[in-house]
């Protein structure tokens, strides 16, 4: 089974210096069908002005993970880490027992647009920690390479949750296909340009979720840029 939602189904926040596009209930954005797929539960598409961001905040009990577009993101935190995060790095927070970070564009001239992405942990009370890795362009052309798994596996980001997120980017005669195990269910986001997952047209913004099927088929890519998650169920 494949149910498929629009980008503009997409609950939508526009602060000025940030536009946002929730995939599921955040903030103001409440949407009881969609409060999370499997152990999901976030994906903002953000796009914050130069100079702007997040002041410092606090999480706790959550797997946050960073996916940059365009731009560069300027990241500090109460562990001690601070660095910048450009396209082809991936991010992941894992915000345990309590983590206070600050998020800003780095750029005093360009726009960044990123990715945000929460996943439930497997357990709650672990202690905070942090990782990002850089996957280039090369890594991730007409295949989906693992980016963010639980075991760290062919060098991806280790996340503490039953969840793993898979970055391919397809175009033209480009194919990638993905094996489901028993079980498992897979959510498909368009990050740009579009495709087809299982022969259904899907553009920038769209996003599928895919239960009760053993393969996920991606095919004639327009310059696109796609995240597959494998996720168990949520318990």
């Known amino acids: 089974m494949m ?10 926040a526009d602060h000025g210096w940030l536009k946002a596009k929730h995939s599921f209930s955040f903030a103001d954005y409440h949407d009881p069908e969609h409060m999370h797929f499997g152990p999901l539960r976030v994906i903002n598409e ?32 109460s562990m001690g880490n601070g660095s910048t995060i450009r ?13 206070m970070h600050s998020e800003f564009n780095g750029s005093r001239e360009e726009p960044l647009h990123l990715l945000q992405i929460w996943i439930i942990p497997k357990r709650s ?21 693992v980016v963010v798994s639980p075991d760290g596996r062919d060098g991806s980001v280790t996340i503490h949750a039953d969840a793993s997120i898979h970055a391919g980017l397809l175009d033209g005669a480009e194919r990638a296909e993905y094996v489901l195990e028993a079980g498992r269910q897979a ?28 393969t996920v088929t991606l095919e004639k890519g327009e310059g696109a840029e796609v995240l597959l998650f494998d996720l168990g169920q949520l318990r």
């Open 46 to 77: 953000d796009r914050i002005a130069a100079g702007q961001g997040f002041g410092t905040h606090g999480h706790r009990d959550m797997e946050i993970v960073t996916y940059v577009l365009d731009g560069s993101l300027s990241h500090r935190d």
């Open 187 to 214: 959510y498909v986001h368009v990050a740009r340009g579009g495709l087809t997952v299982n022969g259904e047209a899907l553009k920038a913004g769209d996003a599928a979720m895919i239960t009760d099927a053993s």
């Open 3 to 12: 149910t498929i939602r629009r980008s503009d189904e997409r609950g939508h």
């Open 125 to 145: 009370g672990d202690q905070p920690g942090y990782e990002e890795k850089r996957f280039n362009d090369a890594d991730k052309r007409g295949r989906l390479r």
């Open 87 to 99: 396209p082809g790095d991936v991010q992941r927070m894992s915000a345990g027992t309590g983590v």
